[in-house]
Nanobody, 124 residues
Framework: QVQLVESGGGLVQTWGSLRLSCTAS????????AGWFRQAPGKEREFVAG????????DYVDSVSGRFTISRDNAKNMMFLQMNDLYVEDTAVYYC?????????????????WGQGTQVTVSS
Protein backbone atom coordinates (compact mmCIF):
# COMPACT_ATOMS: atom_id res chain seq x y z
CA GLN A 1 0.00 0.00 0.00
CA VAL A 2 0.96 3.63 -0.40
CA GLN A 3 0.47 6.51 2.02
CA LEU A 4 0.05 10.06 0.73
CA VAL A 5 0.62 13.45 2.35
CA GLU A 6 -0.20 16.77 0.69
CA SER A 7 1.51 20.09 1.35
CA GLY A 8 1.73 23.55 -0.16
CA GLY A 9 -1.76 24.86 0.39
CA GLY A 10 -2.43 28.33 1.71
CA LEU A 11 -4.03 31.70 1.12
CA VAL A 12 -3.44 33.49 -2.17
CA GLN A 13 -5.04 36.40 -4.01
CA THR A 14 -6.94 36.07 -7.27
CA TRP A 15 -4.59 35.50 -10.23
CA GLY A 16 -1.94 34.24 -7.85
CA SER A 17 -0.12 30.89 -7.95
CA LEU A 18 0.45 27.96 -5.64
CA ARG A 19 2.29 24.68 -6.02
CA LEU A 20 0.90 21.67 -4.21
CA SER A 21 3.06 18.66 -3.43
CA CYS A 22 2.09 15.10 -2.63
CA THR A 23 4.67 12.88 -0.94
CA ALA A 24 4.21 9.13 -1.10
CA SER A 25 5.58 6.48 1.23
CA UNK A 26 5.22 2.74 1.50
CA UNK A 27 4.91 0.97 -1.82
CA UNK A 28 6.75 2.70 -4.66
CA UNK A 29 4.70 5.54 -6.10
CA UNK A 30 5.65 4.59 -9.65
CA UNK A 31 3.30 1.63 -9.37
CA UNK A 32 0.25 3.90 -9.41
CA UNK A 33 -1.57 6.27 -11.65
CA ALA A 34 -2.43 9.33 -9.58
CA GLY A 35 -4.54 12.43 -9.45
CA TRP A 36 -5.63 15.56 -7.67
CA PHE A 37 -9.17 16.14 -6.47
CA ARG A 38 -10.78 19.03 -4.64
CA GLN A 39 -13.81 19.57 -2.46
CA ALA A 40 -15.36 22.94 -1.75
CA PRO A 41 -17.77 23.49 1.16
CA GLY A 42 -21.18 22.05 0.38
CA LYS A 43 -20.00 20.46 -2.85
CA GLU A 44 -18.99 16.98 -3.91
CA ARG A 45 -15.37 16.01 -4.34
CA GLU A 46 -14.36 16.63 -7.95
CA PHE A 47 -11.56 15.47 -10.20
CA VAL A 48 -9.01 18.16 -11.03
CA ALA A 49 -6.13 16.45 -12.81
CA GLY A 50 -4.71 12.98 -13.34
CA UNK A 51 -1.36 11.56 -14.43
CA UNK A 52 -0.20 8.15 -15.54
CA UNK A 53 2.42 6.21 -13.59
CA UNK A 54 5.12 7.25 -16.06
CA UNK A 55 3.99 10.87 -16.33
CA UNK A 56 3.48 10.50 -20.07
CA UNK A 57 -0.29 10.94 -19.96
CA UNK A 58 -2.23 13.68 -18.19
CA ASP A 59 -5.86 14.71 -17.97
CA TYR A 60 -7.50 17.89 -16.68
CA VAL A 61 -11.01 19.01 -15.91
CA ASP A 62 -11.99 21.79 -18.31
CA SER A 63 -12.17 24.45 -15.60
CA VAL A 64 -8.43 24.19 -14.83
CA SER A 65 -7.03 23.28 -18.25
CA GLY A 66 -4.38 25.80 -19.25
CA ARG A 67 -3.99 27.08 -15.69
CA PHE A 68 -2.96 23.98 -13.72
CA THR A 69 -0.16 21.54 -14.49
CA ILE A 70 0.19 18.11 -12.93
CA SER A 71 3.58 16.41 -12.79
CA ARG A 72 5.40 13.74 -10.85
CA ASP A 73 8.92 12.70 -9.86
CA ASN A 74 8.91 8.97 -9.24
CA ALA A 75 12.53 8.99 -8.07
CA LYS A 76 11.41 11.21 -5.18
CA ASN A 77 8.00 9.54 -4.77
CA MET A 78 6.30 12.88 -5.30
CA MET A 79 3.55 14.46 -7.36
CA PHE A 80 2.87 18.14 -7.91
CA LEU A 81 0.09 20.46 -8.96
CA GLN A 82 1.22 23.85 -10.22
CA MET A 83 -1.75 26.19 -10.04
CA ASN A 84 -1.58 29.53 -11.87
CA ASP A 85 -4.14 32.29 -12.41
CA LEU A 86 -6.17 31.14 -9.45
CA TYR A 87 -9.82 32.14 -9.15
CA VAL A 88 -11.96 32.43 -6.02
CA GLU A 89 -13.84 29.41 -7.39
CA ASP A 90 -10.68 27.31 -6.97
CA THR A 91 -11.01 27.58 -3.19
CA ALA A 92 -11.28 24.06 -1.78
CA VAL A 93 -9.51 21.33 0.09
CA TYR A 94 -7.21 19.61 -2.39
CA TYR A 95 -6.48 15.89 -2.12
CA CYS A 96 -3.94 13.73 -3.85
CA UNK A 97 -4.91 10.18 -4.64
CA UNK A 98 -3.42 7.04 -6.14
CA UNK A 99 -5.12 4.41 -8.25
CA UNK A 100 -4.45 0.77 -9.12
CA UNK A 101 -6.37 1.24 -12.36
CA UNK A 102 -4.68 0.71 -15.71
CA UNK A 103 -6.06 4.02 -16.91
CA UNK A 104 -5.91 7.61 -15.68
CA UNK A 105 -9.33 7.79 -14.07
CA UNK A 106 -11.64 10.71 -13.26
CA UNK A 107 -13.90 8.90 -10.85
CA UNK A 108 -13.04 9.21 -7.19
CA UNK A 109 -14.14 5.63 -6.57
CA UNK A 110 -11.30 4.43 -8.83
CA UNK A 111 -8.75 5.76 -6.34
CA UNK A 112 -8.06 3.60 -3.33
CA UNK A 113 -5.44 5.72 -1.60
CA TRP A 114 -5.94 9.28 -0.39
CA GLY A 115 -4.08 11.98 1.46
CA GLN A 116 -5.60 14.03 4.23
CA GLY A 117 -6.00 17.15 2.09
CA THR A 118 -4.57 20.66 2.07
CA GLN A 119 -6.62 23.85 2.11
CA VAL A 120 -6.35 26.31 -0.78
CA THR A 121 -8.08 29.64 -0.28
CA VAL A 122 -8.20 32.25 -3.03
CA SER A 123 -9.27 35.72 -1.94
CA SER A 124 -10.73 38.41 -4.17
Amino acid sequence: QVQLVESGGGLVQTWGSLRLSCTASGRAFRNYNAGWFRQAPGKEREFVAGISWSGDSTDYVDSVSGRFTISRDNAKNMMFLQMNDLYVEDTAVYYCAASDSFYVERGANEYGYWGQGTQVTVSS
